[in-house]
Each structure stands twice: as C-alpha cells, then as structure tokens.
C-alpha cells in the first residue's frame, strides 16, 4: 500500500515559492541563509510542468488556481513567483486580482547591461520567456544599445528538473556544453540565467563560463526585495514541500531528495 499524504488545511505560513518544478529552490536556500527560523512553503507545480511550452491564456490560468490554493492554504504574506516564464506572463493578473504581495523573478537584463563591457549579453531561457512581450520591454527599456543572443534551453530545464544537480560534474559539464557553445560563437561577455532552474547548477556555468563570461542572475535582488516587504520572524517555523499531482514512487523519491537537500519537510501531494 502506497504513502497517504494527508494536508491539514490553513497551516500559516510567511512565504510561499511557486514553481512548476524545483528551479525555484535556488531561491529559497538563498532566503534561508538570511532568515533561517523564518517559516516557508515550496510548490513545486508539477501537474502542469513546463510552463515554458504553455500559451499566455493557459499560463495565467493555471497561476490563478495555483495561487488560489496556496492563499486558501497558507495565508503567505508573500508569494515568490519563483519562475521567470510565470512571472513575465502572468504577475501582473495576479497583483491585479489578489490582496497578497508577489515578488516575481525576470530575467535580470538590466543588471546585465550594467555589468557588459562588450554590449554582447546572452539570455538562457524557456521558450516562452525569450518570446514574452515583458522580456522584450525590459531589452527596450535598458538594452538598447546591446545585442541579445538567446539560447531556448527547454531540455537543459528537463534534465535539471530530472535530478541533474545529483549528478557528476562531468555529466552537468556535458548537458550545458551545448549552450555555452553557442555563447562562445556568439562572444558574449555576459549571461543571463533567466530561467530558476539554470541556479540549480550556477556553480557548473560559472566554472564553464567565466572569467571570459559572466554570469548574471536575480537570486540577490529577489531575496532582498522579499525581506523588505516582509521582514524575518525571530521564532523558527516549520518550512515544507509540496508538489501537485501524484506521482509514482521514483519521483516522489526525486521529490523527497530535493527537499531535504534544501532542508524542507516533505510533506507531498497538495490538496
């Protein structure tokens, strides 16, 4: 007989991070660094992974009832849209239709431009989020001056989401390699990580990339904004994962690893 995952109902919680896989732990580790008692909830939103390959409609309907659920849930303070493609296709509905603060993720295109000395700046990114019109309004507003190469690295984000993190070096090495020669073709000296998954193993791009390559992405900025619109809490609180459809026992095993390397309390299936 299989594990029944049993959620109580109205557990409160301070911060909420949404995904539609693991990507958006990157974010959390680097929140619980700066506020380790605070307590928080991860939703990795696996009935409905990638977001990437979804239309516009779709993906600001399926954030409005995921978001529904968590608030129903958890009454976060907070809820950290911890996905570029979400965050630049359906934050601005959600501000519009819920009483509760977003911090998203976008791609960081102007910490990018700050930071190029060539003007070349590359973006690694979903699909989705290269061809979203908020992306493109960032590039108008602060890049003018700059050439974009984008590399849609929708099978690096399936791998990653796969486990690739747990893997050896040399097989992280080999899943990037396609990318990162496309970037050296392109004499970029800059690089985008626009997608949360990519965080998971920043350590491998930054020893593949630079110092000819640097590496850009929104960790620091989306932490610092969260904690500032709601500062820690002193008492330590529990902090846990879910995901959203079941699953069979090898992924829920995958699930399970992730969350305690992030040191998270698996909880399971979100009702």
């Known amino acids: 007989m299989g594990i029944v995952y049993i959620m109580k109902k109205n557990i409160k919680t301070k911060y909420a991070f949404i995904d539609s ?5 990157a974010y959390l580790k680097a929140l ?3 506020a380790p ?3 928080t909830v991860y939703i990795a939103d696996n009935a409905n992974f990638p977001y990437g390959t979804k239309s516009e409609e779709e993906l600001i309907y399926v954030a409005v009832k995921l978001v529904e659920k968590v608030i129903n849930s958890f009454e976060p303070e907070v809820i950290i849209l911890a996905c570029n493609t979400i965050s630049v296709t359906a934050l601005a509905e959600l501000r519009r239709r819920f009483p ?7 791609p960081a295109i102007k910490p990018a431009v700050e930071k190029t000395a060539t003007g070349q700046i590359g973006i690694i990114a979903s699909e989705k989020t290269i061809k979203d019109n908020y992306t493109k309004e960032l590039i108008a507003k602060f890049g003018k001056s700059c050439k974009f190469s984008f590399f849609a690295g929708q099978k690096l984000i399936q791998e ?3 486990g690739l993190m747990f893997k050896t070096e040399a097989e992280k090495i080999k899943a990037i390699e396609p990318a990162m020669t496309f970037f050296y073709k392109e004499h970029v000296d800059s690089l985008v990580l626009a997608c949360t998954h990519f965080l998971l193993i920043n350590d491998v791009f930054k020893k593949k990339a630079e110092p000819q390559i640097k590496i850009i992405e929104s960790v620091d900025g989306v932490i610092r904004q969260t904690l500032k ?5 002193e008492n330590k609180s529990e902090s846990s994962f879910f995901f959203t459809k079941n699953v069979n ?3 829920i095993e995958k699930y399970s690893e ?3 390397a992030f040191g998270l309390n698996f909880k399971g299936l979100l009702k």
């Open 229 to 233: 619109i709601s500062p820690p809490q």
């Open 258 to 260: 992730f969350a305690s």
């Open 32 to 34: 619980k660094q700066k």
């Open 37 to 39: 008692n605070t307590g």
């Open 160 to 162: 990653i989401e796969n």
């Open 249 to 251: 026992p090898v992924e």
């Open 100 to 106: 509760v603060d977003f911090v998203g993720t976008v």
């Open 21 to 25: 896989g693991l990507g958006g732990l």
